[in-house]
């Protein structure tokens, strides 16, 4: 299986949508399409990858097409078996917080805990409640624990503390919005896309 032509061909995008999602260059989109994915990606990649991969297989699951699903899932494990960091994000490009400035967060971590659930339950409501089982899904900033010498990912709001579905969909897609939430009122931070179960 050649996986850029397999997506583009699920999901009925052109190459500069595919692109887009996938935040590469067009020569590298090139590259990948016509030679395969790299033997080891970049933890970025891979994590950009895997939520593009995660709507086609909702987009499958969702027509039946479950065995075609299982060989997609297939292919990207082994395209990213080499890519094993995907949990422990590029936290040195983002700010590190302290105990004492991430206690001020807390009313904004609050706020913005209530308006992903509160999506989650709308989506639910209107007959969601579908899409690919994913865990380890959140919101992650850098912290730097008293005596600590680097900075660690911390998740600070993860997608089953807002809902009880392990659908991705059920969550993914209030995201955006809670992210510029949550960076329009000053938290620093980066969403994970967890891993597929």
Not at 30 to 48: E, L, S, V, Y
Request: charged share 25%; glycine share 8%.
């Amino acid at each position: 299986m050649k996986l850029i032509p397999e997506l583009l061909n699920i999901l009925e995008w052109d190459k500069p949508q595919l692109q887009k999602e996938l935040g590469v260059s067009r020569a590298t989109l090139h590259r990948w399409d016509t030679k395969g994915m790299p033997p080891i990606m970049t933890i970025g990649n891979a994590q950009r990858l895997q939520a593009v991969v995660i709507t086609a297989l909702d987009r499958l699951q969702g027509v039946g097409e479950n065995e075609r699903a299982a060989k997609l899932f297939r292919h990207f494990q082994k395209v990213t078996k080499n890519s094993h960091g995907l949990h422990d994000w590029r936290v040195t490009k983002l700010p590190a917080y302290t105990h004492d400035t991430v206690l001020p967060l807390r009313p904004v971590i609050a706020a913005a805990r209530e308006l992903w659930t509160k999506r989650c339950a709308e989506y639910v409501a209107a007959g969601g409640a579908h899409g690919s089982c994913v865990v380890g899904a959140g919101f992650y900033l850098s912290f730097l624990p008293d005596g600590a010498k680097k900075p660690r990912p911390w998740m600070f709001l993860s997608a089953d503390s807002v809902t009880p579905e392990q659908g991705a969909s059920n969550w993914e897609h209030a995201v955006k919005e809670v992210h510029q939430f949550l960076k329009d009122n000053g938290v620093e931070c980066e969403y994970d896309y967890g891993r597929m179960d």
